[in-house]
């Protein structure tokens, strides 16, 4: 038994740290919601120039990425297409401005999420964000597989 091969798209995502705060955006395209700033590398980028690129085109801002988070690539991650992403841990000064496919860009502080947000969060982001909050709590990263078992578990929440 043979199987085809499936081409996921590659994008790369950032959270942006500015102060004790972190960028989100309101998706102005489907799927709506709210997210982490990111998107589709373009033909011939790496992860990081697509991760700076996507966060000047979404939020306004240069950002100077710190560290890798993990890398996301749950094939359900994404409604429109299997889609594996890098995410990345970023820093920035000033305030985001929505710009590209971005309704929205706005700061929230770690203590909103989820209940403070204006909306619900789009694809993983929920379990990203978790995967976040408790990497600066604890240091602990994601460990391979564990996104998987947490959404057949149904605990993709934060």
Same mark, same amino acid.
């Given at each position: 038994?043979?199987?085809?091969?499936?081409?996921?798209?590659?994008?790369?995502?950032?959270?942006?740290?500015?102060?004790?705060?972190?960028?989100?955006?309101?998706?102005?395209?489907?799927?709506?919601?709210?997210?982490?700033?990111?998107?589709?590398?373009?033909?011939?980028?790496?992860?990081?120039?697509?991760?700076?690129?996507?966060?000047?085109?979404?939020?306004?801002?240069?950002?100077?990425?710190?560290?890798?988070?993990?890398?996301?690539?749950?094939?359900?991650?994404?409604? +429109?297409?299997?889609? $594996?992403?890098?995410?990345? !841990?970023?820093?920035?000064?000033?305030? @985001?401005? %929505?710009? /590209?496919? *971005?309704? +929205?860009?706005?700061? $929230?502080?770690?203590?909103? !999420?989820?209940?403070?947000?204006?909306? @619900?969060? %789009?694809? /993983?982001? *929920?379990?990203?964000?978790?995967?976040?909050?408790?990497?600066?709590?604890?240091?602990?990263?994601?460990? @391979?597989?564990?996104?998987?078992?947490?959404?057949?578990?149904?605990?993709?929440?934060?």
């Amino acid at each position: 038994m043979s199987r085809k091969p499936v081409t996921p798209l590659c994008a790369a995502d950032a959270i942006i740290e500015i102060g004790d705060r972190f960028v989100l955006i309101e998706r102005g395209n489907e799927p709506h919601g709210i997210a982490i700033p990111g998107g589709f590398l373009d033909l011939g980028e790496s992860m990081e120039q697509g991760a700076r690129r996507e966060m000047k085109e979404e939020t306004g801002l240069d950002v100077e990425l710190v560290e890798l988070l993990y890398i996301y690539s749950d094939p359900r991650r994404d409604p +429109r297409s299997p889609v $594996v992403t890098a995410t990345f !841990i970023a820093r920035a000064e000033g305030e @985001p401005v %929505a710009g /590209d496919d *971005a309704k +929205r860009a706005f700061l $929230v502080h770690p203590d909103e !999420i989820p209940d403070g947000l204006p909306g @619900p969060l %789009a694809f /993983d982001h *929920a379990a990203i964000l978790h995967d976040y909050l408790r990497f600066r709590t604890t240091g602990e990263r994601p460990k @391979p597989g564990e996104m998987l078992a947490r959404l057949e578990k149904g605990m993709g929440q934060v």
